[in-house]
């Protein structure tokens, strides 16, 4: 031992004296940091032509750590009166889930042009239904539908179609008239070419049609209302959003037993007179009340097409690379709640820290870890840039901190102990005094801060790329009470177009500037997302200027750009120096 040490320490006086004759040699040259704990990650998109697998393989080029997956909350859990047209077109998963559909032999029920349409196969084949997988309840609530019947095929006359509102009856005859029997409806007839609206119920057995009236269209939106002391009947038959009253039926003169709970809808569809009915129906909405689950798993999508989380399974399961999971429950300028949950207060906002909204948001949680086993999540955000939809609306901040508070342990519960869990605000709330208080209030429940950062002036042009070492310095101030809690900047990018004031090498510049002043604050700032990978398409861009409703050029041609490839997969100069960065430290 005594002999190994004093090899040592003669190893160590060779090694000073060399250093002592190199004293006046050159220092050799110092590369970045590397990357250490830092994770790195793009917002994947494709190219012209190119699968989202080629994307992809075009990313991790780079040695991309995490990709991100945006999720409205309501495209996974579309409320009651999400209507048809939330769908693709084509045969649907979302009319399965909320509706029970009945066709009769010879006849055709299907979801055509983001519309449920029937095709009676001759008389007297029978109805088509549709019924509801809920029940709807309340000390008030309404549901309606829009319906368009095809009179060309409806020559003969006779009855066309029903909206009901059953309290009794399950399955597919809830227009029945049996002792036990409580429901209330609108039904369309024809005659004489006429189309008429009756209200009708019936009262354990008895049936009656209290009023008729005639109506110009075959295109009418039915509405039922209940109330604590009636039922209103209304009808909007030209289309122009302005419901008129069929009838009011008072419920003192009901059994009251029978009309008291909960109703489930249904919609009979079909013509016993004619040779064939065609008939289209959307747009059906809950409009007041609440929703009872046959099936709690219901308001989950999770087939036919339109299984988002199946197929980030798919995907992501088997890659090595992480996900951080983006849940717009706020989304920029607008919520993505489903629509029975969509609780208005006073001041215009939705009200998210509601017991029921807060609980139905921990099950969706878990759902969306159930349907995602493999993959690895590196991040779950529970809202998007919130500063922009709670804007100065000091309740609205309370309300959903309130929200965050109750489910950002739940992600860690679900997600795994640790999980960094937060929402998305963007930069523009760190520069603004008051905006930044109530965002670091509002942090005060998550375990991380979720930044965007777009480095722009007010007027969509861009800043000088050698921002942001500063700006990230003011991301650091603005959290430094909190100095456990890691920064994570999940959408970070800068257009190249002209118009924003740019070019491709400023672009790259900024990704430069980016990596440069991330080395020196890696104790602070954990993630880094560039976003975009590939530019957009003008047909994304002309969506998200209804979105948005902002038609500058500027702001256009910022969106319209943040990519660090072209749209036809060309790269830019941005993508070269990503590449160069990222690989200088090691990723």
């Known amino acids: 031992m005594k002999i190994r040490m004093l090899f040592l320490l003669a190893l160590l006086l060779l090694a000073s004296q060399g250093c002592a004759d190199d004293d006046d040699d050159p220092a050799p040259p110092q590369g970045p940091p590397a990357k250490g704990q830092r994770l790195l990650g793009i917002d994947v998109n494709q190219a012209q032509g190119e699968t989202w697998n080629q994307a992809y393989a075009k990313a991790s080029e780079t040695g991309m750590d995490f990709v991100t997956l945006p999720l409205n909350w309501n495209s996974i859990e ?68 829009n319906a368009a019947l095809n009179a060309a095929n409806n020559d003969a006359g006779g009855y066309n179609f029903a909206l009901i509102l059953s309290f009794t009856q399950d399955g597919d005859n809830g227009n ?13 007839t024809t005659s004489g ?43 909007d038959g030209a289309g122009s959003g302005s419901f008129a009253t069929l009838h009011t039926l008072q419920r003192s003169g009901l059994s ?54 199946g197929a980030a399974e798919a995907v992501y399961g088997s890659l090595s690379t992480g996900l951080v999971l983006s849940v717009h429950s706020i989304n ?26 807060i609980d139905r948001f921990k099950l969706f949680l878990d759902h969306v870890k159930a349907r995602t086993p493999g993959v690895v999540y590196r991040a779950v955000s529970v809202g998007n840039e ?9 309740g609205a901040w309370t309300r959903f901190g309130a929200f965050a508070a109750a489910v950002l ?19 523009g709330a760190v520069q603004d005094p008051a905006m930044r208080a109530r965002l670091v209030a509002f942090n005060a429940s998550a375990n991380a801060i979720f930044i965007t950062y777009y480095p722009l002036n007010p007027d969509f042009t861009v800043r000088n790329p050698a921002a942001v070492a500063a700006d990230f310095d003011a991301m650091i101030s603005a959290f430094s009470a909190s100095p456990s809690k890691m920064i994570h900047i999940l959408e970070a990018g800068y257009p190249s ?51 948005y409703g902002v038609s500058d050029p500027a702001f256009l041609a910022y969106l319209a750009t943040l990519g660090i490839r072209n749209n036809d997969g060309s790269e830019k100069a941005a993508f070269g120096r990503l590449r160069q960065e990222a690989d200088a430290r090691g990723w």
């Open 78 to 145: 579309p409320g009651p009166d999400d209507d048809f047209a939330f769908v693709p077109s084509g045969d649907t998963c979302l009319d399965r889930k909320k509706w029970n559909r009945v066709a009769p032999a010879g006849s055709v029920l299907e979801t055509q042009n983001r519309a449920l349409v029937f095709t009676e196969g001759g008389a007297g084949t029978g109805d088509g239904i549709v019924y509801s997988r809920f029940e709807v309840d309340g000390a008030s609530f309404a549901v309606q539908v």
């Open 176 to 188: 029945s008239a049996g002792p036990t029997d409580a429901y209330v409806a609108i039904v369309s």
């Open 193 to 235: 070419g006429t189309n008429y609206l009756s209200a009708a119920f019936c009262d354990l057995g008895a049936v009656s049609t209290p009023a008729t009236v005639a109506v110009p269209a075959s295109a009418p939106t039915l509405r039922i209302r209940r109330s604590a002391a009636e039922f209103v009947f209304l009808y």
């Open 256 to 309: 009251a037993s029978a009309f008291g709970g909960p109703a489930r809808a249904y919609f009979y569809f079909g013509n016993s007179a004619s040779a064939a009915v065609d008939f289209a129906v959307d747009d059906w909405k809950m409009t007041e009340g609440s929703a009872v689950w046959d099936d709690p798993a219901d308001r989950f999508i999770t087939g036919n097409g339109f299984d988002i989380l």
């Open 332 to 357: 920029t300028v607008t919520t993505e709640i489903p629509s029975d949950l969509e609780i208005i207060t006073a001041g215009g906002k939705a009200d998210f820290s509601d017991s029921l909204v």
């Open 386 to 394: 919130i500063d922009h939809y709670l804007g100065t609306d000091d």
């Open 409 to 427: 342990p739940h992600v860690g519960t679900v997600f795994g102990s640790g999980m960094p869990a937060g929402a998305k605000a963007t930069f």
């Open 497 to 547: 177009s002209a118009l924003c004031g740019s070019s491709e090498a400023n672009q790259a510049d900024f990704i430069g500037n980016l990596f440069g002043a991330w080395d020196g604050r890696m104790d602070r700032i954990a993630a880094v997302n560039i976003t975009w990978l590939t530019d957009v398409s003008q047909a994304t861009v002309d969506q998200w200027e209804i979105y």
